[in-house]
């Protein structure tokens, strides 16, 4: 399994060819406070790298939803449009957001990606 996370504070992590799965990381969601509501992608749709997939909303404020690489959503998590919170109590496990089929096309887009110790870098410089 391959995580790879956005400047944006989505992660996403490669377990297969048929998927992968996209959430927001610990720092966004400690950001943003209690997750009070989000707003999915609809299945079947097709999304660009960088273009806004949905929305979170928190007791602080709402944030957009960045899909960090190009693909079609092929399932939404259920689980957490029902209880949001599952982004602040897991949001690297149950609290996931969407998962998107990745042409091998577009594989190289995550190159732009960071893997965890950049990652971990660039939220202690911001």
């Given at each position: 399994?391959?995580?790879?996370?956005?400047?944006?504070h989505e992660?996403?992590?490669?377990?297969?060819?048929?998927?992968?799965?996209?959430?927001?990381?610990?720092?966004?969601?400690?950001?943003?406070?209690?997750?009070?509501?989000?707003?999915?992608?609809?299945?079947?749709?097709k999304?660009?790298?960088?273009?806004?997939a949905?929305?979170?909303e928190?007791?602080?404020?709402?944030?957009?939803?960045?899909?960090?690489?190009?693909?079609?959503?092929?399932?939404?998590?259920?689980?957490?449009?029902?209880?949001?919170?599952l982004?602040?109590?897991?949001?690297?496990?149950?609290?996931?957001?969407?998962?998107?089929?990745?042409?091998?096309?577009?594989?190289?887009?995550?190159?732009?990606?960071?893997?965890?110790?950049?990652?971990?870098?660039?939220?202690?410089?911001?």
């Amino acid at each position: 399994m391959t995580v790879h996370y956005s400047k944006d504070h989505e992660w996403i992590e490669i377990a297969d060819h048929e998927a992968a799965t996209v959430g927001i990381t610990v720092h966004a969601q400690d950001a943003l406070g209690d997750v009070v509501f989000v707003d999915l992608p609809e299945v079947g749709r097709k999304l660009k790298q960088g273009e806004v997939a949905g929305v979170v909303e928190s007791v602080k404020a709402a944030a957009d939803l960045y899909s960090p690489v190009s693909g079609e959503v092929v399932e939404v998590n259920e689980a957490l449009r029902a209880d949001p919170s599952l982004a602040n109590t897991d949001p690297l496990g149950s609290g996931w957001f969407f998962k998107l089929h990745i042409k091998d096309t577009d594989m190289a887009e995550f190159d732009q990606l960071m893997d965890e110790p950049e990652y971990t870098k660039f939220t202690a410089a911001n």
